[in-house]
């Protein structure tokens, strides 16, 4: 059976950064308890007219840029996002669109926070199978035209942030000398706490879908039980790291770096503790970036290979939690 390489990374960041002090201009908060609670300081917002399209574009031009290949040479896109610009077609077919690549598939990932990992798992099992050679994965995420800036969704919006970043997967020979692998993966849901963390609205099971009546009360903004998606971030994070070591025979000290879900920096201190990770082994951005969901970790491991973090043969871990709750970590050699 061939391998699986990530031969092209690639992330994009809209250029307005909004400080903690700025959304104080629209809700009772402080930078003081965002850094405590969360440990962000800032995050990117687009301006106007930008598109979720338009970031994916970006990351994915990078990606295959960074990957030495032509857009042409993409047999399939995976597109991870809950921000899609329309509610129907998905992101995937705009992105094939603007790509300018031809008719090749595009999937669209519905698995929030964990659609990266999904789309990591997806993408890899998809070329192990003989099925496609070269799959773009994205994440991207515009997320602050959603965001209710008042005081009553000031627990969610001081979180969010815009972004998006891209891989490129590629079959590889394991007879080229190459050692580069998606080793294993892991993938839960577990519906019964669907609404702990969701958007109900546009709605399809109501009738009309959406009304002013439904809006005046807010429910087309994005709605978080905080503490309990905290508390089982934590636990969920882990079970999917040590799942994941276990399918591939790994044990938790032969892992160079962990590029978690950007969710809180409180989340990823947690897990880090737990596994007794030193701080080398752990990749943050949150600070400057917020949580972008999708894309969080696409762009995380897209600064962490130009930070120099990674080399060939490094075990890294991706690992994530999110809105459904959807949960799961792939274990890549890279
Ligand atoms: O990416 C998907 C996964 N998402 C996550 O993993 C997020 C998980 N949850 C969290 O990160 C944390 O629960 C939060 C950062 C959202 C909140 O931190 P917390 O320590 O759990 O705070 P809390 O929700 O218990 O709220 C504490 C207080 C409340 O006031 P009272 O009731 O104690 O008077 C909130 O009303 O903080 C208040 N509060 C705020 N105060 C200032 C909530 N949001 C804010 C705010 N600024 N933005």
Same mark, same amino acid.
């Given at each position: 059976?061939?391998?699986?390489?990530?031969?092209?990374?690639?992330?994009?960041?809209?250029?307005?950064?909004?400080? %903690? $002090?700025?959304?104080?201009?629209?809700?009772?908060?402080?930078?003081?308890?965002?850094?405590?609670?969360?440990?962000?300081?800032?995050? &990117?917002?687009?301006?106007?007219?930008?598109?979720?399209?338009?970031?994916?574009?970006?990351?994915?031009?990078?990606?295959?840029?960074?990957?030495?290949? $032509?857009?042409?040479? =993409?047999?399939?896109?995976?597109?991870?996002?809950?921000?899609?610009?329309?509610?129907?077609?998905?992101?995937?077919?705009?992105?094939?669109?603007? +790509?300018?690549?031809?008719?090749?598939?595009?999937?669209?990932?519905?698995?929030?926070?964990?659609? *990266?990992?999904?789309?990591?798992?997806? !993408?890899?099992?998809?070329?192990?199978?003989?099925?496609?050679?070269?799959? +773009?994965?994205?994440?991207?995420?515009?997320?602050?035209?959603?965001?209710? /800036?008042?005081?009553?969704?000031?627990?969610?919006?001081?979180? @969010?942030?815009?972004?998006?970043?891209? #891989?490129?997967?590629?079959?590889?020979?394991?007879?080229?000398?190459?050692?580069?692998?998606? /080793?294993?993966?892991?993938?839960?849901?577990?519906?019964? %706490?669907?609404?702990? =963390?969701?958007?109900?609205?546009?709605?399809?099971?109501?009738?009309?879908?959406?009304?002013?009546?439904?809006?005046?009360?807010?429910?087309?903004?994005?709605?978080?039980?905080?503490? !309990?998606?905290?508390?089982?971030?934590?636990?969920? *994070?882990?079970?999917?790291?040590?799942?994941? +070591?276990?399918? #591939?025979?790994?044990?938790?000290?032969?892992?160079?770096?962990?590029?978690?879900?950007?969710?809180? /920096? &409180?989340?990823?201190?947690?897990?880090?503790?737990?596994?007794? =990770?030193?701080?080398?082994?752990?990749?943050?951005?949150?600070?400057?970036?917020? %949580?972008?969901?999708?894309?969080?970790?696409?762009?995380?491991?897209?600064?962490?290979?130009? $930070?120099?973090?990674?080399?060939?043969?490094?075990?890294?871990?991706?690992?994530? @939690?999110?809105?459904?709750?959807?949960?799961?970590?792939?274990?890549?050699?890279?």
């Amino acid at each position: 059976m061939t391998n699986v390489a990530i031969i092209g990374t690639g992330h994009h960041v809209p250029e307005r950064v909004v400080t %903690n $002090e700025e959304l104080k201009q629209w809700m009772d908060t402080s930078d003081e308890w965002i850094r405590e609670r969360s440990g962000i300081s800032e995050r &990117r917002w687009v301006t106007p007219g930008t598109t979720t399209d338009d970031m994916a574009h970006a990351a994915a031009r990078m990606a295959i840029d960074d990957a030495g290949i $032509e857009a042409s040479e =993409l047999d399939m896109i995976v597109f991870a996002t809950i921000n899609p610009d329309h509610f129907f077609p998905g992101n995937g077919v705009l992105l094939q669109k603007s +790509l300018g690549v031809d008719t090749i598939g595009a999937l669209d990932i519905r698995n929030q926070c964990t659609g *990266f990992v999904y789309g990591v798992a997806t !993408a890899a099992a998809y070329i192990k199978s003989g099925l496609y050679r070269t799959v +773009l994965v994205v994440g991207a995420e515009l997320q602050s035209s959603s965001l209710d /800036l008042s005081d009553r969704g000031r627990d969610i919006s001081v979180l @969010f942030g815009d972004g998006a970043g891209a #891989a490129i997967l590629q079959a590889v020979d394991p007879e080229s000398g190459s050692t580069s692998d998606v /080793l294993a993966s892991s993938l839960h849901s577990q519906g019964e %706490n669907a609404r702990e =963390l969701w958007c109900e609205l546009p709605a399809g099971c109501l009738p009309g879908r959406i009304t002013p009546e439904l809006m005046a009360e807010g429910r087309h903004f994005p709605l978080m039980n905080g503490r !309990a998606v905290f508390k089982h971030a934590v636990i969920r *994070f882990c079970q999917a790291i040590d799942e994941v +070591l276990e399918k #591939a025979g790994v044990t938790r000290d032969e892992i160079k770096l962990v590029v978690p879900h950007q969710a809180n /920096l &409180r989340i990823t201190e947690a897990v880090a503790k737990r596994f007794e =990770l030193r701080p080398e082994q752990v990749f943050s951005n949150i600070q400057r970036y917020g %949580n972008t969901t999708a894309a969080s970790i696409p762009i995380a491991l897209s600064e962490a290979v130009r $930070e120099g973090r990674l080399v060939r043969g490094d075990l890294v871990v991706l690992v994530a @939690f999110g809105s459904g709750f959807t949960w799961g970590a792939n274990l890549i050699r890279w």
